[in-house]
């Protein structure tokens, strides 16, 4: 048995406990449902709080909405004190109906005039990833007489001393170098922009690297800074990791067997031999394992305390006491760690059959309902069975999702279960509020889209209501 | 001996014989093959040599020599490159050994480390490092000698002529009964393995491989081994999982009690050898022999023994250290908020320090105040005072809470009057009092 067992916070376990509501739910509003948390996400906040206290900084928390288009997640995070990173026009007019303030909100990624527009007639901080984007957003603010917008420059392509650190090519921010055309437009544009600091987003979870982009970024405030401009803040971008797996142990397992199953020492473990990446050459394994790294001994807020005490390349000292040293403020923008254990998907068991000495689950939701295969992460589901009949089990099985395309399975590796679900069982994929709930999700051959519904609990009784009808506003919480 | 050139000097290592009050083992005798002696000090000179020296005789002037490695390997073949005046590159999927990155920069060699893990996975990006740097030197159209030591069967060849015959040799032309080593590139083990088997088909060969997600530099994991060229599982009679705890065990004993300095790959073969041979050799009634092959030297793995084994280097507590204070006596040193600090400082004058770190100083400070970093102060208190009593001092770090300490630190040294800037500087800019560059 190869499980891959996945973390499950109390709270989740709780609403897997209760098998008959779930049914209800689902009954009611169809499979595939997606649950959210609302409330989960404070204790993420609360983490993340945690270490900036202990680094003694200061700095504001962007929930990076991307990874959600939830809005009880959105407006929960808007009645607490972080900010939301919002990439594109749409997120930005969620956001401020949401009740974030303007100088709560920091659009970035690729924009087009009217995202440009709204952030700088709203007051939203705007991180400019190019000099034309800059060039253009001061001619819309000149155009329209609107106030100074806030800016800050999304700096890439970072030097690391003796050792060169390659890192992988990005589409966004402005290289390093070009830092002092910035500047002079900066400079020439100063009754439209205002500068509150530079910014990077690494995509990797290596420490080293993001180390190396750090304490460039320092260096280019200090140039911010001769320059006579007063930068006040140092964003780092997410990137900040989940770990999905309760086991160690489990993951190193089926990483070790799936590499032998590929090399053929083994029976296979995955639909058509697929490899995830690995590919056997004149029996060597070739390639790369193209997975999430399920099991994360250091993740979310422990991953920002890490980076935080890793010494500065260059300077020697760690990177917080840097930080700290020169008075900036540590911004973030985490997604995926926001979302830990803010989530949970159900989809209902359809069909069971038996082909090849293979056991193949049909599923009433397909691989963009809860797309974990497409962003390389792997973890089990975990089977609610209707009350009553036996099963068999346990036993590894395929799941197939509803879409008439031979390619539409959840995931392609064999799925070992305690029980052989039956019809009319039902399917929860926990921990996926993050990125795997509504990123995909299509309506492709008139399938439904997931309904989303938020589970809370007030004055010690759980409630839950469509995405859309929450509101942070519970009547036991107010003092009359 | 006298030499024309230090190449020579690669190969004909002794063989020792171990202590048996070392290592217990009452009917087998453990013979050490000490490869850190080569020239270069591993016995990655061998085969860096061997792979080398026709692509240096057939490549143009200026050709860079390039491989993918993270340690030994690129240390000798840096050095070798360097004798015949051509650059060499270091390829790295993670340089993790502090010290060799030092070394090899020292040496003059390039070093390329690759990216991370990416955080939103690509799922179509499953490229290899070894792949990856193919296509990159495909691309580049030529002036490089890559010498592809996963999968260059002169690497193996190396020891087929070398390492093999020699430790035949110096048992009197027989082989051993067990052979044990570390699985790296595959290239010692098995070129040995064949050697050895040629003279006695029974010889029993174990390879040792690292714990999954366990580092121990020079040797791969048992995943990892599959991603090597010349691995071939049929060489080993069995595959034995060693940890860095192993490895270090191993490499205090040999240092210590055997007058080997060896490094952690040696070590954890000799802990891996030790271990196998225990589980037989009760069982016996003949004499024994058994080798292993003790890689390279202890001295570049100073930070990876400290980081997994501080203990090892435990000193006693430094005088005048922040760490000895108590939290009453922090709490107890005298402090001021920023505008009762600026009043005082018009009135005595005092010694403004400020702790921060030299840019920080540099961009912004209190006007009149001297830098002295933390970790500088802190250096110079283990000598004693540094500043006369008869003058107060100000203590000026971020949010006030190291100055509170060397304020408590200085009054404990006999200081009279040591304050600390409550809530630091952070606290005198929001206050809105006045910072300079």
Known sequence: MLNLTPRIDPIIQSLLDDRDFLAQLLDALGSPLALVLPQQVTKNVT??????????????????????????????????????????????????????????IVATGPKNREFLWLAARAGATVSADSHDELAELAGIVAGHRLPRV???????????????????????????????????????????????????????????????????????????????????????????????LADRVEWDRYTTELGQAVLGRRAPMT?????????????????????YPGYRPVSGAAYLDRLLGTPAPERGRPLGELLLDHMYD????????????CGLILARVVSVLRRDDEILVQLDINARDVSLEEHGVLMDPVVLPRAGDRRAGP???????????????????????????????????????????????????????????????????????????YWPVHPRQEVS | MRLDDITEAIGDTPLVRLDPAVHGLENIDLYAKLELLNPFGSVKDRAAWQMARPLLARGAPGDTVVELSSGNTAKALALLAGMHGRPFRSVTNRMKVPEIKELLLLLGAEIDELPGRSECLDPTD??????????????????????????????????????????????????????????????SSTGVARVLRRHNPDVEVVGLVGAKSDFIPGIRTI?????????????????????????????????????????????????????????????????????????????????????RRPEVFGRPPRRNSIRTLTDAEVAAAPALAPAAAQRWALEVDPLVVDLRSPHAYQALHLAGSVNLVDEVLAGLLHAGLPFDRRRPVLLV???????????????????????????????WRDAGLDLVR
Request: aromatic share 8%.
């Open chain 1, 150 to 244: 806030p800016v800050s420059l999304r700096l890439s392509g970072f030097a690391s001393p003796g050792v060169r650190l390659l890192t992988r090519g990005s589409r966004f921010g402005t290289p390093t170098g070009e830092l002092p055309d910035l500047l002079d437009l900066l400079e020439k544009r100063a009754d439209q922009l205002a500068l509150t600091g530079v910014a990077y987003h690494l995509d990797t979870i290596g420490l080293p690297e993001k180390a190396v982009a750090l304490e460039n970024c320092l260096t280019a405030l200090d140039e911010c800074r001769t320059r006579g401009l007063r930068p006040r803040s140092l964003d780092i971008g997410g990137g900040f990791g989940v770990s999905y």
């Open chain 1, 330 to 341: 540590l911004d973030v923008e985490p997604g995926r760690a926001l979302l830990d254990q």
């Open chain 1, 271 to 291: 639909w058509h031999g697929h490899g995830y990446g690995l590919r056997a050459e004149g029996g060597t394994l070739r390639g790369s394992l193209a997975l």
């Open chain 1, 47 to 104: 983490a993340f709080r945690e270490t900036y206290r202990r680094h003694h900084l200061s700095g504001r928390l962007y929930y990076a909405h991307k990874a959600n288009r939830s809005s009880a997640l959105l407006r929960e995070l808007a009645a607490g004190d972080t900010g939301v990173d919002v990439a594109s026009l749409g997120e930005l007019q969620h956001a401020l109906g949401a009740g974030f303030t303007p100088d709560r």
């Open chain 1, 395 to 469: 036993a590894g099985v395929y799941l197939l999702g509803n879409l008439c395309l031979e390619t539409d399975l959840i995931t392609r590796r064999k799925v070992y279960l305690p029980v052989v679900p039956r019809p009319g069982d039902l399917l929860a994929f926990v921990n996926t509020a993050g990125y795997f709930m509504d990123f995909s999700a299509t309506r492709a051959l008139h399938q439904p889209v997931a309904r989303k519904v938020a589970v809370y609990r007030t004055g010690g009784v759980r409630r839950w209501c469509l995405d859309e009808q």
């Open chain 2, 223 to 307: 995943d990892e081994v599959y991603e090597v060229g010349l691995f071939d599982p049929g060489v080993y009679d069995c595959l034995a999982t060693i940890t860095a705890d192993d490895a270090i065990d191993g490499l205090l004993t040999l240092v210590r009690r055997c007058g080997i300095l060896t490094g952690p790959t040696g070590g954890g073969a000799f802990q891996g050898a030790v271990r196998h041979l225990r589980t037989v050799d009760a069982g016996l009634t003949e004499r024994k022999t058994a080798v292993f092959i003790v890689c390279d030297r202890v001295e570049s793995y100073l930070s990876y023994v400290r980081d």
């Open chain 2, 126 to 187: 499953t490229d290899d490092p070894l792949t990856r740097m193919y296509r990159e030197l495909a691309g580049a159209g030529g002036g490089y000698l890559h010498t592809d030591q996963y999968f260059n069967e002169l690497n193996v060849e190396a020891h087929v002529h070398g390492t093999g015959p020699e430790i035949v040799k110096d048992l009197d032309g027989r082989a051993p009964d067990y052979f044990i080593a570390c699985v790296g590139t595959a290239g």
């Open chain 2, 397 to 427: 770090c971020p949010v006030g809470e190291k100055s509170a300490r060397y304020a408590a630190l200085l009054t404990r040294m006999g200081h009279p009057d040591a304050r600390s800037l409550d809530g630091g500087i952070i606290a």
